[in-house]
């Protein structure tokens, strides 16, 4: 319900300010993506994205983020448990992966992760989100 009717506030902000198909698209991704942020990642990363002290490292004003994109798309899917270091402090807690989560999701979280704390004006496509999960399960099974 909530969700039907954001989209419809979006909808008709979006064609008032008369904005292209792709900047509409964009904008759903952004706003599904933020709630799904909230239900997967925010009891960790927090809603602000300020991280949780030594545990959890911030994915906003992440470097990490910005210079990792593949690996933070597939690290949703699958985890990830090696020693980062994310603007100069070092993690070395494992990310739990999400067998349940699919391509559409993704591409919605990544959507809204690099539009709100990276530097992207853009949506990242669910066709893109598939072939990186290809190729990380490939390298996975090898
Ligand atoms: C149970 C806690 C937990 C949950 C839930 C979780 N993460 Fe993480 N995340 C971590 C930990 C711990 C690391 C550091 C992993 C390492 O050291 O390899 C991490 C690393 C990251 C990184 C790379 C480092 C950075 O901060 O830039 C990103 C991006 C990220 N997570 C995004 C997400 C997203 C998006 C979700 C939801 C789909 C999510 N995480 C869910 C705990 C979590």
Redesign the pocket.
Known sequence: MLKKSLFAVLAIASLAACQSEQEIKRDQYFVEGMAL?NV??A???QTDGA?LKA?????AK?D??LKNKES?IC??RYG?????V?NGRT??????G?AQIQPMDIAE?TTY?YNKWGNEKTLTATADVKRILERCAAKRAR
């Open positions: 942020y997967h990642c009891n960790c990363h991280g545990l959890y490292p911030p994915i992440s990490y983020l933070v690290s949703m990830q448990a090696d020693t980062i994310v993690y070395h807690q494992p990310m739990p999400n979280i992760i």
